[in-house]
């Protein structure tokens, strides 16, 4: 069975700061991967996406891969007030068009 | 990224109805999903619904309970059949985009009392 674990938290961390945020999945035959940021009471909003080693900047996102140590991650630099919302890690196994989502990690960026 | 629409945005339903929630989106997509999302939890997909032929389900999920119509590229139903407490949830459509991922409607809010 495909699964995307991610810790749930909360993750607590200072306004300025870096958050990291870390996904592993069992599917190693998984090719696209996705963050999505969910405000409590809102859909979830893609942020990133990664499909090959290494890291992809987006103003202050990084997403970060490593497929032969199936782990995923997301670096949010100069964290905001703003940025307070649980992040959903997803995974696409080759040549499928289902997504397998994680439980989420829950972002408190503290003032 | 398509925009997406979902009505009603939220319900109360009473125990034994039904209710159809419907998914507009701006352009034409081949595949849509209906997820449901508990409180606190994460996505769970329910089916997916391809223009033209029967939805997808999941494991867990039977047609008789959550029905679902296709008949665009832009449009699709889900109905909640029979509904108890255990239904009320989140209810989301999402659309699959070029590189893989899939965009989400504003979702449905039901509450089954």
């Known amino acids: 069975q495909k699964e995307v674990e991610q810790n749930s938290g909360p993750l607590s961390v200072p306004e300025g700061a870096i958050a990291s945020l870390n996904c592993t999945y069992s599917d190693r035959g998984s090719q696209s991967f996705f963050w999505y940021r969910q405000y409590s009471g809102k859909s979830p909003e893609l942020i990133m996406s990664?499909?090959?080693?290494g890291d992809k900047e987006d103003g202050r996102f990084t997403a970060q891969l490593n497929k032969a140590s199936q782990y995923v991650s997301l670096l949010i630099r100069d964290s905001q007030p703003s940025d307070s919302a649980t992040y959903l890690c997803a995974a696409a196994g080759a040549g499928s068009y289902q997504l397998t989502f994680g439980k989420g990690t829950k972002l408190s960026v503290i003032p | 990224s398509a925009v997406i629409s979902q009505k009603p945005s939220r319900d109360i339903c009473q125990r034994g109805t039904s209710l159809t929630i419907q998914c507009q989106v701006d352009s034409q997509v081949t595949m849509m999903f209906w997820y449901r999302q508990q409180p606190g939890q994460s996505l769970t997909l329910i089916a997916t619904?391809?223009?033209?032929?029967?939805?997808?389900?999941e494991s867990g999920f039977v047609i008789d309970k959550f029905p679902i119509s296709r008949p665009n590229l832009t449009f699709s139903t889900l109905t909640v059949s029979n509904m108890s407490p255990e239904d009320s949830s989140i209810y989301l459509c999402s659309v699959r985009g070029t590189g893989g991922e899939q965009f989400f409607g504003p979702g449905t809010r039901l509450t089954v009392l």
């Open positions: 619904a391809n223009q033209g032929s029967e939805a997808t389900y």
């Open positions: 990664i499909y090959s080693n």
